[in-house]
């Protein structure tokens, strides 16, 4: 961006991010946050939609006289965590932290908004989606539907997140399978309490849930094929209050990933029924609640190619590097992927603590080169 003078804005941008890292905002609940984007990107002269999704932002700005348009997406929301980093501009909200750096994906994208509010030599029109609640209620399918890619129609969508461990400012990604889908499933098991020196009277459900634990073991090992990545992983099991009580019932929180479609769909109808004939065979009742799952991440192969292309000649060809097999986490960009062919690409964060972790930080190192990105792939895509 060295033909934007981007040197002149970085101190800002970087003022940027720590005002927001300041102010993390959970899912869906990012006042403070959307309010504060939306004021920069109105004084930068963008067309500015609010309260998609609730909270979501979506910044427009055309040039010359073209049809064509592209998007590119930034998330917005923090995680219910207490950080721990003892930075000067750490949360000031208690039980509120980004850990995940969409503070700094936000602010990459501001900086590629400063950049273009500048630029007049591009033909078309770019939308910026600024998402709220990715690591919740899945607030990309929230914006969606409320009409984001028919109001704003866009050729291609992009976005861009950091990677701890990836070198400081290396660029990574796949065309394909990028990500996995992730269903989670709250399993509820109700038998019959009693005294702990009567179990005969009892169903307990603390042997009935050990007993589904065991089982789904095998649902992946022995269901699915060993050339399909895939992960089941029952992550919390609360039940009973004291040695001597057999309580009423057992709640198991249980996730599941995958990367192809038949089998997510393979893996959700399965734990239903292991759960449910498990369950039976004590004489205890397993019910199901499904939360919002996002889909598999999928990458559009020229998509891809362009943005690779994008970095070499920006960056050169050492800059990117091909991500050499699928992330088992997942994303909620999947939904705008359904909808419009587009690439989510890594960029390195460097050796700092991993992601969703209470000292984590986002590296202000590669402000400027992911704000580089957008912009220089904004202009590509809109000569």
């Known amino acids: 961006m060295r033909d934007a003078n981007f040197s002149e804005f970085l101190p800002e ?25 939306a004021g920069l990107l109105q ?13 979501g ?66 033909n078309g029109t770019v939308h910026l989606i600024f998402q709220p609640a990715e690591e919740n209620f899945g607030g990309g399918k929230l914006m969606i539907e409320d009409g984001l890619f028919e109001r704003f129609p866009c050729e291609r969508v992009y976005a861009l997140h950091n990677w701890p461990g990836l070198p400081v400012g290396q660029f990574s990604s796949r ?68 040695s001597n009580i057999i309580p009423d019932k057992a709640v198991l929180e249980i996730s599941m990933r995958a990367m192809d479609p038949a089998v997510r769909k393979q893996l959700q109808e399965r734990v239903e029924q292991i759960a449910r004939l498990q369950a039976e065979s004590y004489n205890a009742e397993a019910t199901f609640d499904w939360q919002v799952g996002y889909p598999a991440t999928i990458n559009d192969a020229d998509a ?7 970095i070499a000649e920006t960056f050169g060809t050492d800059a990117y590097v091909e991500l050499p097999e699928p992330l088992m986490g997942s994303e909620d960009f999947s939904f705008l ?3 419009v062919p587009g690439a989510y690409v890594l960029i390195g964060n460097g050796d700092s603590s991993g992601l969703h972790t209470t000292r984590y930080d986002f590296n202000d190192d590669i402000l400027e080169r992911g704000a580089t990105y957008f912009y220089h792939l904004a202009r590509a895509a809109l000569v």
């Not at 891809?304 to 994008?310: H, L």
Request: net charge negative; aromatic share 4%; charged share 20%.
């Open 13 to 37: 941008l970087v003022d940027i991010r720590h005002k927001l890292h300041e102010m993390p905002e959970i899912g869906l609940s990012e006042v403070k946050t959307s309010e504060f984007v």
């Open 43 to 55: 004084s930068w002269g963008f067309e500015v939609t609010r309260g998609l999704a609730t909270t």
């Open 57 to 122: 932002i979506v910044a427009t700005l055309k040039r010359g006289n073209s049809n064509r348009a592209v998007g590119f997406r930034a998330d917005m929301d923090a995680l219910p965590m207490q950080e721990e980093t003892g930075l000067a501009y750490q949360s000031k909200h208690p039980g509120a932290m980004h850990a995940c750096g969409h503070d700094g994906h936000t602010s990459m994208l501001l900086g590629a908004a400063w950049a273009l509010s500048k630029d007049e030599s591009f």
């Open 175 to 242: 065309a394909g399978a990028m990500a996995a889908s992730i269903d989670v499933l709250t399993l509820t098991i109700r038998g019959k309490g009693g005294h702990g020196a009567q179990p005969e009277l009892t169903v307990d459900p603390v042997v009935v849930g050990s007993s589904v634990v065991m089982a789904l073991q095998t649902l992946v090992s022995r269901n699915v094929s060993p050339h399909q990545p895939s992960v089941l992983t029952v992550g919390s099991f609360r039940s009973g209050s004291a």
């Open 304 to 310: 891809v190619e362009d943005a690779r292309a994008v």
């Open 337 to 339: 992927l359904e909808k």
